[in-house]
């Protein structure tokens, strides 16, 4: 089984600013990585696939970046809207998996 | 818009089944594009797949949970569901259904991420 790591748990960032969140996969999932956003109450949005592209109606200031064990998701400037926690998924081998997540909270 | 819709038991007894549907709406489940997930969520943690499933039966499981699940498909009523044996207090949690991309070419054709997701469904596992 791939096993996910993100980094860090938590990330602590103010409004306007630059958030980068990592995941790191236990061997290569090649470019076969998805993020998602998940707000509290609610289910998992899908953010970003195949490591860096924008699924559909995601704004322009999420973006992904990597491929073999090395992956970024970076949200340009942190909206309201954006404090909430992020998860990394590989589907390069069965079983699929997900990282255990990243929480940006308000600084 | 496609919209998916979990329905079943919010509390299931120990040793006993969860059941649980998953019905789809605003899109077909006999997709040729699409598989169809389960994923779970404890409280307060983070994210597992449970299985997926193709609208012709083909199933894909997670090894942790193969012995005790079942998924199928019923695509008369655009439905899949998910049955789980032998549940303890571990089992409980927020189960998800979700639309899984199957898209690539030959050997590389593989249900992919997930998207759209269901609300999610609580279910408890408790006496």
């Known amino acids: 089984e791939i096993v996910m790591t993100q980094s860090p748990a938590t990330l602590s960032v103010s409004p306007g600013e630059r958030a980068t969140l990592s995941c790191r996969a236990s061997q290569s999932v090649s470019s076969n990585l998805a993020w998602y956003q998940q707000k509290p109450g609610q289910a998992p949005r899908l953010l970003i696939y195949g490591a860096s592209t924008r699924a559909t109606g995601i704004p322009a200031r999420f973006s992904g970046s990597g491929s073999g064990t090395e992956f970024t998701l970076t949200i340009s400037s942190l909206q309201s809207e954006d404090f909430a926690v992020y998860y990394c998924?590989?589907?390069?081998?069965?079983?699929?998996?997900f990282g255990q997540g990243t929480k940006v909270e308000i600084k | 818009q496609l919209q998916l819709q979990e329905s079943g038991p919010g509390l299931v007894k120990p040793s006993e089944t969860l059941s649980l549907t998953c019905t789809v709406s605003g899109g077909s489940i006999t997709s040729s594009s699409h598989y169809w997930g389960w994923i779970r969520q404890p409280p307060g943690k983070g994210l597992e797949w449970i299985g997926s499933v193709y609208y012709s039966g083909t199933t894909y499981f997670n090894p942790s949970l193969k012995s005790r699940v079942t998924i199928s498909v019923d695509t008369s009523n655009n439905q899949f569901s998910l049955k789980l044996t032998s549940v303890t207090a571990a089992d409980t949690a927020v189960y998800y259904c979700?639309?899984?991309?199957?898209?690539?070419?030959?050997?590389?054709?593989?249900?992919?991420?997930?998207?759209?997701w269901g609300q999610g469904t609580l279910v408890t596992v408790a006496s």
């Open positions: 998924q590989q589907f390069n081998n069965w079983p699929l998996t």
């Open positions: 979700a639309r899984q991309n199957y898209s690539g070419s030959g050997s590389s054709r593989a249900p992919k991420w997930f998207d759209p």
